[in-house]
T-cell receptor, first 110, second 115 residues
Framework: TQLLEQSPQFLSIQEGENLTVYCNSS?????LQWYRQEPGEGPVLLVT?????EVKKLKRLTFQFGDARKDSSLHITAAQPGDTGLYLC??????????FGAGTTVTVRA | EAQVTQNPRYLITVTGKKLTVTCSQN?????MSWYRQDPGLGLRQIYY???????DKGDVPEGYKVSRKEKRNFPLILESPSPNQTSLYFC??????????????FGNGTRLTVT
């Protein structure tokens, strides 16, 4: 049973479109992280959100942590082919334990 | 260059033949961890180590062993591999075990096939 549910599992869009990836759980997390993984490589941390309701922006990427700290979303504006990859959310609880979602595979077509 | 290095990148073996996947980091990180990644299941933690000679089980430790004799190395040992251990394995390290403020750095993965 996955502690963190990500949706959708797959997402294919045209360059220039917007997209949103969701990460939901029934558990409360002390913080939540988003990673991007490209084929043949390990995941790379994009952001950590800590406070309920927090919004962080990283260029065209906007990350939001739910008020109850049980969910998060990643929104990409004007997606580019370089945004293609597997996006993973990971919930942190007890400061030491990281639990990953199954990931959302994003494909941006030129 | 700061990195986590895993070897080998690809490994095909047969059931029951002991194997070791090596992991080394050059960042003087205290915390190291092994994950396996399977389609639809995400990354699941196998074992982790908070420092030299300190190791503990993660979520899926059965069939695996680890050791942490030196700070930089954290090998993953499969004493008797079975087909259900066919997976993509990642080693990761971070400065401390407090993961929310100490980012995990991942290696590039080892794809293991057990026939």
């Amino acid at each position: 049973t996955q502690l963190l549910e990500q949706s959708p599992q797959f997402l294919s869009i045209q360059e220039g479109e917007n997209l949103t990836v969701y990460c939901n759980s029934s558990s409360v997390f002390s913080s939540l992280q988003w990673y991007r993984q490209e084929p043949g490589e390990g995941p790379v941390l994009l952001v950590t959100v800590v406070t309920g309701g927090e919004v962080k922006k990283l260029k065209r990427l906007t990350f939001q942590f739910g008020d109850a700290r049980k969910d998060s979303s990643l929104h990409i504006t004007a997606a580019q082919p370089g945004d293609t990859g597997l996006y993973l959310c990971a919930g942190v609880f007890n400061d030491y334990k990281l639990s990953f979602g199954a990931g959302t595979t994003v494909t941006v077509r030129a | 260059e700061a990195q986590v290095t895993q070897n080998p990148r690809y490994l095909i073996t047969v059931t029951g033949k002991k194997l070791t996947v090596t992991c080394s980091q050059n960042m003087n990180h205290e915390y190291m961890s092994w994950y396996r990644q399977d389609p639809g299941l995400g990354l699941r933690q196998i074992y982790y180590s908070m420092n030299v000679e300190v190791t503990d089980k993660g979520d899926v430790p059965e069939g695996y062993k680890v050791s942490r004799k030196e700070k930089r190395n954290f090998p993953l040992i499969l004493e008797s591999p079975s087909p259900n251990q066919t997976s993509l394995y990642f080693c990761a390290s971070s400065l401390s075990a407090v993961v929310w403020n100490s980012p995990l750095h991942f290696g590039n993965g080892t794809r293991l096939t057990v026939t």
